[in-house]
């Protein structure tokens, strides 16, 4: 006798991938034929497609719908993502180099081991595990990946940069209210005004980072490297850890 069992689509989706698409599913060509044709109101259908190990680099994105595509692995460099709604695409291992992705929407995605160097977040909204990931001389400023204390009823959903490489990376004006930056490096990042309130930045290296005016109250700060960081005017109010001399200068 066979035996049935109703697993819901998006628990089956998780645990096997988007069952709708198979590897390898489209072509560099016929992803530029789509885009060709496409506009604002009739947006390129690449919604939950296959575009794994694709080369797409140089491509302009703006008039599609990538909501929820699988694009690990996949090679965007100098891809122009501006604008889009990326939430829940599978982006773990991607290429992103000096891609444009700023006022992006990217909420419950994977970007593990991605690289993200010199790409624009400006004015993004990321909510995203992105450990070990390289954001160097990335542009994140007035970015939002804070968590939403409003919105954590499946436990609290941040921006985790666990490890990930922020050296260089204009971080001004950014919110990263709780988010997670354990061993990240931020070798000489500018985080002027940054809001890191209750951040966990134990073992973080903030070699000449810029500080100035950025809220650190809250934050833990166990094993933090800061040798030649600017702090002045950054706000330590409850901070923990925080090692002896780490203050105004």
Known sequence: MKLFINIPALLLTLLVGNPATQAGEMTRQQVEQLLAKADKNH???LRRKDLTDLDLSGLDFRNADLWGADLRRSNLSNANLADLNLD??????????????????IFGVSLMRADASNADFSGSRVIAVMEGANFSNANISNADWAADMKNQSMGLMRANLKGANLSGANLSNSKLGRAMLRHAKLINANLRNADLYSADMDGADMTGADL??????????????????????????????????????
């Open 43 to 45: 947006p390129a259908p």
């Open 212 to 249: 100035s005016g950025a809220n650190l109250s809250e934050t833990k700060l166990h094993d933090v490297i800061y040798k030649n960081a600017k702090t002045a005017g950054t706000r330590f109010d409850g901070a923990k850890h925080k090692p002896a001399g780490f203050g105004p200068k």
């Open 88 to 105: 829940l695409t599978v982006m773990t291992g991607i290429k992103l180099v000096g891609a444009n992705l700023s006022n992006t929407s």
